[in-house]
């Protein structure tokens, strides 16, 4: 028996300043755009306590899910078990443990807030978007370096190609604070990023979604690079470093070249010779499904 | 169902380095606990942890010390299986709760040289084993297992590029913000972890790596230490630090069914165990539900009463200590459990000395759990 274990793109989201959809990112976000607000995306409720990066991720979650067509007003439209998470941050709870270390230095354990210890565990992104949205499959938090947002694609096909899950969302996002700009020198990091949802071609045709680009190979390796096998997204320098969110704003980008009648694959590409690796990735327009 | 030979192991931990010391000296009941070695004790109010007593000079602490157990591990466990030192090409999926946040701290109060680079841990695999296709999970409590996971879903996978080998790993260290957060929560300070006992107090963590090495066939395999059977993992999606009974139970549940085992079936389990407050319980309940009639067949222990909870690296501990348990037929003790709570009355704990089981030991199931209910459970066997 072969199964199809093609994987396809049903929805996407954007969250940057000066680019809140893929069609902006891929035309590339303008300068001086306002930080996001995360409370004017999904409310007050629920942002108390949360770090940066756990406040973008539900923004990002709830934004990609309705795209896709899985999130409604009252709540998932398909089973719970069916949707995973595969969250890219290579920054993101870096702010939480500076500052509960300096309570700790300066004062004592008991000056520390019991709140912190959630979010002093770097998964909290991946683990709080599935609390917040009732997501149970399987929970991956990828902290990889420069190619983390290619990587958590890569392994969201993965665990969909071997059926453990129907559906993953995938979140790239990376905070900017202090702690962050002392650590890349005084550049900023871009204080947003993007989602997906993937999932497996026949899950998607059984609930009739619309298949918005599809997958092709990934490769992880430190050998020479080969030529560009498609278009190439740029990420505008004034944005700062995008880190583990560069692979998954550049996946977001070709959905945004798709959606606007691009139908030539586009190449996305982290990591360069200076850095443990780079990873390639493929994309297609929808009718390669 | 698809059986995947384990064909190397490396481990290090508080109690031990290498898998033959840390087996035996678990199954001696040797606790890894000390006095805090690397932090100012007049910050903290517990005192205690289960460090590997490694840094150069005592009682000062220095960056790096993640990576440094992981690559021990690995190195280990790559020649354990014939690989040899040059690693480029295969796959190398690190599980950890906590990355090299312990570097990211010494730089942000103490200055010592960090950059980004460095938060994980593809960057020192690449200088010391040339290794490239790395990856760096950071799924808090149960990283290595849901590493074994992905590990053993990258081996099966329907394509021709598919790898025949693969390596697994697990680490942490203890950072100043985890340890200090960790015991902000309790009531009273921990003093040391007592698994499953009704007068715990806590949990407290442990310095740890492990590293085993997987292949899709045993053909031209040097050795088979066991057989991974399958790896469940799923997300309670219920609360950031509690667990969820339910969720634990369809996780244990779902291993049983991918590894093609009843609940009957099983021998041994290597309980997650990490003594903290909540836990226990849920696990406890957890299990005891989904083993019904079974219950009180196989033999249980918890290794973290002498390595301390060694977080991402502690699934493959637990693999790693399962596995020699089966083929040798001795189940290390569960130190300090004297009165255990109700939730695990029926359970078969190892207390006191190592049991050496009465029939063969076969099956042995793993649990780990961690923070945001992320939950992953394997069954093994042994080769014995």
């Known amino acids: 028996m072969s199964t199809d274990t093609t994987v396809v793109v049903s929805g996407a989201a954007v969250l940057l300043p000066g680019a809140d959809t893929v069609r902006a990112l891929a035309e590339g976000p303008a300068a001086g755009g306002a930080p996001v607000e995360p409370a004017e995306h999904v409310g007050r409720k629920g942002l108390r306590y949360k770090d940066r990066a ?118 790239g996002v990376e905070p900017d604070n202090d702690v962050v700009r002392r650590l890349l020198g005084g550049a900023r990091a871009v204080d947003g990023g993007a989602a997906l949802v993937l999932e497996s071609r026949p899950a998607a045709e059984q609930r009739s979604a619309t298949v918005r680009a599809v997958l092709g190979p990934y490769r992880r390796s ?30 977001a980008a070709a959905v945004g070249w798709f959606d606007a009648g691009e139908r030539g694959p586009v190449h996305a590409v982290a990591g360069a010779a200076a850095d443990d690796a780079r990873a390639d990735l493929l994309l297609m327009a929808p009718e390669a499904a | ?64 010390r993640a990576t440094e157990l992981l690559l021990d591990a ?59 296709v790395t990856h760096t999970f950071s799924n808090a409590c149960s990283a290595s297992l849901y590493a074994l996971a992905l590990g053993s879903d990258l081996l099966h996978q329907e394509s021709e590029d598919a790898p025949d080998t693969v390596i697994v790993a697990g680490v942490d260290v203890l950072t100043e913000s985890m340890y200090g957060l960790l015991e902000r929560v309790h009531p009273q300070p921990p003093d040391r972890v007592r698994p499953f006992d009704r007068n715990r107090t806590g949990v407290l963590m442990g310095d740890g790596a492990a590293a ?42 779902s291993a049983h ?62 693999l790693i200590v399962g596995v020699r348990a089966l083929n ?24 006191g000395e190592a049991a050496a089981g009465s029939g063969r030991l076969n099956v042995a199931q793993l649990n780990a759990f961690g923070f945001g209910g992320i939950n992953a459970v394997a069954i093994v066997e042994g080769s014995r």
């Open chain 1, 222 to 251: 430190a050998g020479e690079p080969g030529p560009d096998r498609g278009r190439r997204w740029e990420l505008p320098a004034h944005l700062g470093h995008a880190s583990g969110a560069h692979g998954v704003l550049q996946c």
């Open chain 2, 74 to 132: 690995v190195g280990q466990a790559a020649a354990d299986a014939g690989l040899g030192e040059d690693l480029s090409g295969i796959p190398v999926l690190v599980g950890t709760g906590l990355r090299e946040l312990r570097s990211l701290e010494l730089w942000w109060r103490d200055g010592s040289p960090f950059a980004d680079s460095g938060l994980h841990f593809g960057t020192g695999l690449r200088e010391r084993f040339n290794a490239d």
């Open chain 1, 54 to 171: 756990t406040q973008l991720g539900y923004c990002l979650t709830a934004s990609a899910l309705r795209d896709a067509g899985l999130l409604g007003d009252d709540g998932l439209t398909c089973a719970p078990e069916s949707v995973g998470v595969v969250a890219s941050s290579n920054f993101g709870n870096l702010d939480t443990v500076a500052r509960a270390l300096d309570t700790l230095r300066e004062e004592t354990v008991s000056g520390t807030s019991p709140m912190d210890l959630p979010n002093a565990s770097s998964n909290v992104i991946a683990s709080s978007a599935a609390i917040r949205y009732g997501l149970r499959g399987p929970n991956l938090m990828v902290c990889n370096g420069q190619t983390s947002g290619l990587d958590a694609v890569h392994w969201a096909a993965t665990i969909i190609a071997a059926g453990r899950t129907d559906r993953v969302l995938v979140l």
């Open chain 2, 1 to 64: 169902m698809t059986m995947s030979p384990i064909i190397g192991m490396g481990a290090v931990a508080a109690t031990g380095s290498g898998v033959d010391e840390l087996f035996e000296n678990l199954c001696r009941g040797r606790s890894g606990r000390a006095e805090l070695r690397g932090f100012d004790r007049t910050r903290f109010r517990a005192q205690h942890a289960y460090e590997v007593d490694n840094r150069p000079v005592p009682g000062q602490d220095v960056p790096g």
């Open chain 2, 328 to 351: 040798e037929g001795r189940v290390p003790p569960t130190v300090g459990l004297d009165d255990p709570v109700e939730e695990a009355a029926p359970f078969r704990f190892v207390t």
């Open chain 2, 212 to 253: 085993i090495v997987l292949r899709r066939t045993e053909r031209d395999a040097p050795q088979v230490h066991g057989r991974l059977r399958g790896v469940a993992v799923n997300c309670d999606a219920y609360h950031v630090t509690a667990p969820s009974p339910e969720g634990i139970a369809e996780a244990m549940r």
């Open chain 2, 257 to 318: 069914r991918m590894a093609g085992v009843k609940p009957s079936d099983v021998d041994l389990v290597m309980l997650h165990g990490t003594g903290t407050l909540l836990n226990d319980e849920a696990e406890a309940t957890a299990l005891a539900d989904v083993l019904g009639d079974s219950a009180s067949g196989p033999l249980m222990t918890a290794v973290k009463s002498m390595t301390g909870h060694t977080s991402g690296a502690s699934g493959l501990i637990n």
